[in-house]
């Protein structure tokens, strides 16, 4: 049932703009922009790319807001999917791998691979897409949570913005430290935990 | 399963008591057919068999959590992704109803083979009805909830649909159905729950 789960999410991803191939277009595009903008030497060129692929993140994961969940309730295919054999923590469970593979996977593989175009070593690379991989698991899981609880919410993307993007807060400023990754992996199991309460009592009110 | 038992059902929605003491119950191979108002709480009904909704008052026999191996619910709305192709759409159903699909079968039955590749944002809203009754045929349930269904779909494909749910019942199954608007089905059993509000 989670296996079918997943996969269907993942197809539908494919099927959809969501896809690998835009997410992480989107994001190289606003990496590559921030640059020409910004007059900035080598070594502030460097940190601003540590700040910008947070920023990248968090709104690639804002564009994810109104398909979580969302979409399902409006066209009624959370109904079936609400009748399937499924604990409420494995339609999260099955929607975090999803939404994590779909939107923060992209990215966790384009880091490495533009990191030397910003002057970073390979060190320096290193720590920042473990920081990354570490702390995305965090940020999808509360883009979950909020969506979940706030699904029936038609075209309120901004609203609920605005209650994602202060909650990101905490992983941005861990994100940009190196060696990090043992606080943003905290973190990221606490949001993982709210996150999985908070979408099986999104889900429970549903019916109501 | 045998029958579905309603006993002195209560719904409260809000603040605002949609039906009252509303006991039924249906045995395979029969019909419910269930009729009201504008905000009766025909919906509401159906929802609560289904599992969406807990009964203010009262309780649903068996007492169980349903999925997809006891009810097929089919709601008012299509469960389709408007963006996608009519056969995309097919493929996604069969991962949440764990079942192949033969979609050629299904489109031919339904008439629908043409629309195949098309998005169903382009089809009609009877199309998108009938596409949206393809889940019925998807896997077998005891029980069918249908809700409004008929909404949309030209004589002939009511006139196919009820031959459909005749099928179903003669080969011992159940079914719920509400309607707002006359349909020519025989059903053995007729709620009208404008009597059970508050």
Redesign the interface.
């Given at each position: 049932?989670f296996k079918?789960?997943l996969?269907?999410d993942l197809?539908?991803a494919y099927?959809?703009s969501s896809n690998f191939i835009y997410i992480g277009s989107f994001f190289i595009l606003v990496t590559i922009l921030i640059p020409f903008v910004i007059n900035t030497e080598t070594e502030g060129l460097k940190s601003v790319f540590q700040g910008l692929i947070w920023v990248g993140l968090a709104l690639a994961l804002l564009l994810a807001l109104d398909r979580i969940f969302s979409?399902d309730f409006?066209?009624?295919?959370l109904?079936?999917?609400?009748?399937?054999?499924v604990s409420y923590e494995k339609i999260y469970l099955s929607k975090l791998l999803s939404v994590w593979i779909t939107y923060c996977l992209p990215i966790v593989i384009i880091v490495p691979l533009i990191s030397t175009a910003f002057n970073l070593t390979i060190n320096e690379t290193i720590f920042v897409t473990i920081n990354l991989f570490c702390g995305s698991f965090g940020m999808a899981a509360t883009a979950i949570g909020i969506n979940a609880l706030l699904m029936g919410l038609k075209r309120m993307i901004y609203l609920k913005s605005i209650i994602v993007i202060p909650l990101y807060i905490p992983f941005m400023i861990f994100g940009v430290e190196q060696g990090s990754w043992p606080v943003l992996s905290a973190l990221s199991m606490i949001a993982v935990v709210v996150a999985s309460f908070a979408t099986s009592y999104g889900l429970r009110l549903?019916?109501? | 399963m045998d029958y579905l038992l309603a006993e002195n059902l209560s719904c409260i929605r809000g603040s605002n008591t949609v039906f009252k003491n509303l006991s039924f119950k249906v045995s395979r191979g029969q019909i419910l057919h269930i009729t009201g108002a504008n905000g009766s709480g025909k919906t509401s009904l159906l929802r609560m068999i289904a599992g969406f909704i807990y009964p203010s008052e009262g309780k649903i026999i068996p007492e169980k959590n349903y999925t997809h191996k006891d009810v097929h619910f089919v709601g008012q709305k299509y469960a389709l992704k408007k963006n996608l192709s009519v056969e995309k759409n097919l493929s996604l159903w069969s991962y949440l109803y764990q079942k192949k699909i033969n979609t050629d079968q299904i489109l031919s039955d339904l008439d629908l083979t043409q629309y195949k590749d098309n998005d169903v944002e382009v089809l009609s809203d009877g199309q998108k009805r009938r596409l949206s009754i393809a889940r019925l045929f998807i896997h077998s349930a005891p029980i069918w909830l249908l809700d409004e269904v008929h909404v949309h779909l030209d004589s002939e494909w009511q006139v196919k649909l009820n031959h459909y749910i005749y099928n179903y019942i003669n080969e011992g199954g159940i079914v719920l159905i509400s309607s707002n608007t006359k349909i020519e089905l025989n059903s053995n059993i007729d709620i009208n729950l404008t009597n059970y509000n508050v």
């Open positions: 049932m079918n789960l996969l269907r197809r539908l099927y959809s979409s409006d066209d009624g295919n109904d079936i999917i609400l009748r399937m054999k549903y019916g109501e | -």
